[in-house]
């Protein structure tokens, strides 16, 4: 019997028009064996939200350069909370300081990835914590 495949959201909220390092996880994941669906750019927090409702998926990751992910990022976790969805995985990455890690996580982020990161720990992070 196959094994039921992982699904990962990985979406670009804001305005931020920077994409290759979302593309690059979501090719690493695909690779993987995980079902991907991208958002694309300029997202909203509501349409992320309601994106990963309608995909029934398990993990949610997040792109952001344009500094707003103090913002953008705890949209997604609340939105998905009020939508019964607090148990997805959430993760996060970017040019993100890291003195702003700590109040991401806070909002609900399991990890925050940043610049230089191997694709192989954010597969093995999210095979680790999706059965």
Known sequence: ???????????????????????????????????????????TPEKIVAAAVQE?????????????????????AEGLRKRGKAELL??????????DIPALKESGFAEIFLPGTDTGDVVNFIHERVS
């Open 56 to 76: 029934d998926v398990d993990v949610v990751g997040l792109s952001c350069l344009s500094g707003a992910h103090l913002v953008l990022f705890p949209r997604v």
């Open 90 to 99: 959430l993760f996060g990455g970017g040019i993100i300081p890291a003195e």
């Open 1 to 43: 019997m196959a094994q039921k495949k992982i699904r990962v959201l990985i979406a670009k909220p804001g305005l931020d028009g920077h994409d290759r390092g979302a593309k690059v996880v979501a090719r690493a994941l695909r690779d993987a064996g995980m079902e991907v669906i991208y958002t694309g750019i300029r997202q």
